[in-house]
């Protein structure tokens, strides 16, 4: 059965702490892997990664992918208040089906 | 303005009682898709859609009914709903880059008790 496992499932850092959210997958055919930032409303869109070892960056955050040891991370460097969020991570694999993990929640401390 | 809506926002309604919740996209996109977000349960396919006519079943598609007669158009039909369909539900679309779908565009959610 395919799968993607975040971890962790919820994580206190204080601001200007630099954090590292992994999301692990067992996807058939895999063809990409997404990750969005979810305040309290739709999920809205980070990355999307189909090769390994390219780094994507956007500001303080950036995410790679590993095709060989199945898995992606998401690091935000120099966190902020308004870094608070889940982070979800979402894979496409066999016949167009999407799966997401549950998510990490961050919480950013003052 | 590009985007994805969702009708009702929020609903209560009985046990057995049919509903539909509409979703319409403006992006011209192929690929649209259902979700439902409960706690600790993160987002999981309900049912999703590569074209007009095309439509398939996700994770969790027993007790939802979904057609797509119109490409802007991708409405979910609960025949006879029970609690345990109380949820949140996301509408999402996203076009072909390539050979995989592009990111999602999620819709503002459907807030549904089922009591």
């Known amino acids: 059965e395919d799968k993607v496992v975040q971890s962790p499932l919820s994580l206190v850092v204080h601001e200007g702490d630099t954090v590292t959210l992994n999301c692990s997958y067992e996807?058939?055919?895999?063809?990409?892997l997404l990750w969005y930032k979810q305040e309290k409303k739709a999920p809205t869109f980070l990355f999307m990664l189909t090769s390994s070892g390219i780094e994507k960056k956007s500001g303080r955050l950036s995410s790679i992918l590993d095709k060989k040891e199945l898995f992606s991370i998401l690091n935000i460097t120099a966190t902020q208040t308004g870094d608070s969020a889940v982070y979800l991570c979402?894979?496409?694999?066999?016949?167009?089906?999407?799966?997401f993990g549950k998510g990490t929640r961050l919480h950013i401390l003052p | 303005e590009a985007q994805v809506t969702q009708n009702p926002r929020y609903l209560i309604t009985v046990t057995g009682k049919k509903l539909t919740v509409t979703c319409s996209q403006n992006?011209?996109?192929?690929?649209m898709s259902w979700y439902r977000q409960d706690p600790g349960l993160g987002l999981r396919q309900i049912y999703y859609s590569m074209n007009v006519e095309v439509t398939d079943k996700g994770d969790v598609p027993e007790g939802y009914k979904v057609s797509r007669k119109e490409k802007r158009n991708f409405p979910l039909i609960l025949e006879s709903p029970s609690p345990n369909q109380t949820s949140l539900y996301f509408c999402a679309s996203s076009s072909l880059d390539g050979p995989t779908w592009d990111e999602q565009f999620f819709g503002p959610g459907t807030r549904l008790t089922v009591l």
């Open positions: 992006m011209n996109h192929e690929y």
């Open positions: 996807v058939t055919n895999f063809r990409s």
């Open positions: 979402a894979v496409e694999g066999r016949d167009d089906k999407i799966i």
